[in-house]
């Protein structure tokens, strides 16, 4: 009875109830040709939420990094101007961060506090709408300096709406989906009252740093046959589940979905190269995105030509095999899976790693400009529950 009006009052105005949350990458402005992306390029209709990658910490306090950055703060928070619905968050943290980059702040209430003074008026000043911890990840011994950060950004949130009486700033933070991360980073209670919703990084489940070195899919849906021990655990749905016996709201879960593919040289490429295949390294860099190991989707496009795909029926995903290159990436189908699974188990919507790697000038991949980020939005906008292949 409470809620009729208020969903119905949400889909008048415009969209689904569910969260698009779309990262972007400052680093992506030094692709070349087709590659280079920068806020211009960003559709403003097709997210509910950007989060902007990343800043830095110098001296306890919030910094740019890039040496353009606060010239694209504004045209990425002009988007609003287009779009006023959107929402702004800026990120903190990343894989080469670390925890590293996170300490001294951390480890004095000081510290954090100085740190906390100083985000407030950075978000505002630049016209966000909140902030993003991405901390990959934090250790056992880290575990409470964490926990103390989150809980208290969120008390000075909650305290500066009320004073300035503007909007609250969002909070949010990508976690992570291996189980024993999970176990050893989060207080998963504590932070489901202090944030506004979770990333859930769904995906790097397997990759080149893999031992043994076998083939395995970067973000299945599902535990696959081949799935033993822990790497049972390596699957969106077991991340998902997992997230929420441990108490996280499913509401507050917003379930990951790469635009992007894991890749890995095979070491027999004749005689095996299904998932589960020798492989002896990363694959080749992709001519855009330049690191071994990893494919943005419009690579994958461009790998295709002339490669064997094959679905991965169990997992719900795809591969693609071409001479000793072997790549486990999304397409359009698999993340049509994934959204009719994230609306079945009620979550919050889903988060792209990130806007810059979908095929978004459409040239590569012959679908339309951002084909994967168009058609999550579509299934996340559709009006059906669902019931066909993803399971509860
Ligand atoms: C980030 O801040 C640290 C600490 O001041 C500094 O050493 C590092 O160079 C900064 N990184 C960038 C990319 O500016």
């Not at 779009?83 to 300490?103: D, E, M, Q, R």
């Not at 461009?302 to 795909?309: L, N, P, S």
Request: net charge neutral; hydrophobic share 35%.
């Amino acid at each position: 009875m409470c809620c009729h009006g208020f969903v119905t009052l949400t889909l008048l105005q415009g969209g689904s109830a569910y969260k698009l949350v779309c990262y972007f990458t400052n680093w992506a402005q030094y692709r070349a040709g087709l590659g280079y992306f920068v806020p211009d390029n960003i559709d403003p209709y097709l997210c509910t939420h950007l989060i902007y990658s990343f800043a830095n910490i110098s001296n306890n306090k919030i910094t740019s990094k890039e040496w353009n950055d606060v010239t694209l703060y504004h045209t990425f928070n002009d988007l609003k101007k287009r779009n006023p619905n959107l929402k702004t968050l800026l990120a903190i943290g990343g894989a080469k961060f670390g925890s590293k980059g996170f300490h001294p702040m951390v480890d004095s209430s000081e510290s954090r506090s100085t740190f906390i003074n100083s985000v407030i008026p950075f978000l505002r000043h630049n016209d966000f709408n909140g902030l993003d911890i991405d901390w990959i990840y934090p250790e056992l011994n880290e575990k409470p300096f964490f926990a103390s950060l989150i809980h208290e950004l969120a008390v000075a949130f909650r305290e500066e709406a009320k004073n300035s009486r503007k909007e609250k700033l969002l909070l949010s933070v990508g976690v992570a989906a291996g189980r024993q991360k999970i176990d050893n980073s989060y207080e998963i209670k504590d932070l489901a009252s202090d944030v506004d919703f979770i990333n859930l990084l769904s995906f790097d489940f397997h990759g080149s740093w893999d031992n043994p070195l076998v083939t395995g899919h970067n973000s299945p849906l599902s535990k696959g046959s081949q799935d033993q021990r822990n790497s049972a655990y390596y699957n969106v749905e077991y991340a998902v589940n997992y997230w929420k016996k441990q108490g996280m709201p499913g509401e507050k879960i917003i379930m990951g979905i790469p635009m992007f593919g894991r890749s890995f040289t095979l070491s027999t490429p004749s005689s095996n190269s299904g998932v589960g295949a020798p492989a002896n390294g990363a694959g080749t860099p992709g001519q855009f995105t330049a690191e071994g190991g990893f494919l943005a989707y419009y690579e994958v496009c461009q790998f295709i030509q002339g490669a064997t795909v094959k679905k991965i029926p169990e997992q719900q995903v795809s591969y693609a095999v071409k001479g000793n290159q072997w790549v486990g990436f999304d397409d359009v189908e698999s993340v049509e899976t994934k959204v009719q699974y994230l609306k079945n188990s009620r979550l919050g919507g889903a988060m792209i790693w990130s806007i810059d790697l979908d095929d978004f000038t459409g040239e590569f991949c012959k679908k339309g400009p951002f084909p994967l980020l168009q058609a999550i939005k579509k299934t996340l906008d559709s009006a059906s529950k669902g019931i066909g292949k993803a399971k509860e």
